[in-house]
């Protein structure tokens, strides 16, 4: 076992996609870059929903533990009727316009909840703005707080359930937002200095066509890489992946999209990229 993990995971261990307390991660950002450090990852990106909060407290302990930190952000993206998600990658987390764009999304964000809350409340399920809210520890919840909220309360038996139940569009609590444009997006990650990077492009259910589509248009917008790795998945799948990268000119990114110790991919723990990518950190590495 021990000699399997180290053939398939030698080499810097890049970690681009994590969530701590300042979204719906579990662990703090201090926590979250000490359990990085703990798990041999040398080169790590905090990617909250929507926020930065996170950048400054994962800095300092990444300073102490002598790893090397990227501040990264998750923007929610609204795109021909679907919610896509690209990370700014090395982006400054103070830079106003991407703060105030930020800012704006956070206010969807809130109203979103109690929008959520009224319909839960609707069919019959009580206090959870304020179960969510204490979930997300008083953050502004999102549907992963909701998720935990409704566990927690005896809706559901796990959170996937939740979500299927509740939460996913076409289910009954499901509130529609309207999250930033996908030029708008872009431009806030570059004027903070940073990449754009679509992540999880599989997950979007798209067809083959609309991804192509996708990416050409996310390439045209300013766009420069793409997840051709994003926590578990197939060989099969990388290598597609890999191949639209190369195709639509993409840097390649990989990440976990950690959550929490024990739910989906630890920290770290990725293959690594096909050999005919190009990795979007090769100018952070050194
Ligand atoms: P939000 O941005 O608040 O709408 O929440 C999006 C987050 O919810 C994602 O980043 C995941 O962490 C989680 N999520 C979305 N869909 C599901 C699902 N079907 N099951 C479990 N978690 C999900
Ligand atoms: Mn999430
Ligand atoms: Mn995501
Ligand atoms: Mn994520």
Excluded at 9 to 18: A, E, N, T
Excluded at 150 to 159: C, I, K, M, P
Excluded at 250 to 275: I, K, M, Q, V, W
């Amino acid at each position: 076992m021990e000699n399997i993990e180290a053939r398939e995971f030698s080499g810097p261990r890049v970690d681009l996609h994590s969530h701590s307390t300042c979204s719906d991660g579990v662990l703090s950002p201090a926590a979250l870059v000490a359990r990085a450090a703990q798990q041999g990852v040398d080169l790590l990106a905090i990617t909250d929903h929507d926020t930065t909060a996170g950048v400054s407290e994962a800095r300092t302990a990444a300073a102490t533990l002598g790893l090397k930190l990227i501040a990264g952000v998750e923007i929610s993206v609204s795109w021909q009727n679907r919610v896509l998600h690209v990370l700014g990658l090395n982006v400054d987390p103070q830079h106003p316009e991407l703060a105030a764009g930020l800012q704006a999304l956070g206010e969807v964000r809130v109203v979103r909840a109690e929008r959520l809350a009224e319909k839960l409340e609707k069919i019959g399920i009580a206090g959870a703005l304020a179960g969510a809210r204490e979930q997300a520890g008083g953050g502004i919840p999102g549907r992963n707080h909701f998720a935990r909220f409704l566990v927690a309360a005896g809706h559901a038996r796990d959170t996937q359930r939740a979500f299927k139940r509740y939460l996913v569009r076409g289910a009954s609590c499901h509130v529609s937002c309207e999250w930033a444009g996908l030029d708008a997006a872009l431009s806030w990650i570059s004027s903070a200095g940073g990449v754009s990077v679509l992540a999880h492009p599989a997950r979007y259910k798209l067809t083959n066509g609309a991804l192509r589509r996708l990416l050409a248009e996310f390439r045209a917008a300013g766009g420069v890489g793409m997840e051709v790795i994003s926590g578990f998945q197939t060989a099969d799948l990388t290598a597609t992946m890999a191949r639209y990268a190369r195709q639509f000119d993409l840097l390649a990114s990989r990440g976990s999209d950690f959550h929490e110790p024990g739910a989906g991919l630890e920290l770290g723990r990725l293959p690594p990229l096909p050999e005919d990518c190009t990795p979007v950190w090769q100018s952070w590495a050194a």
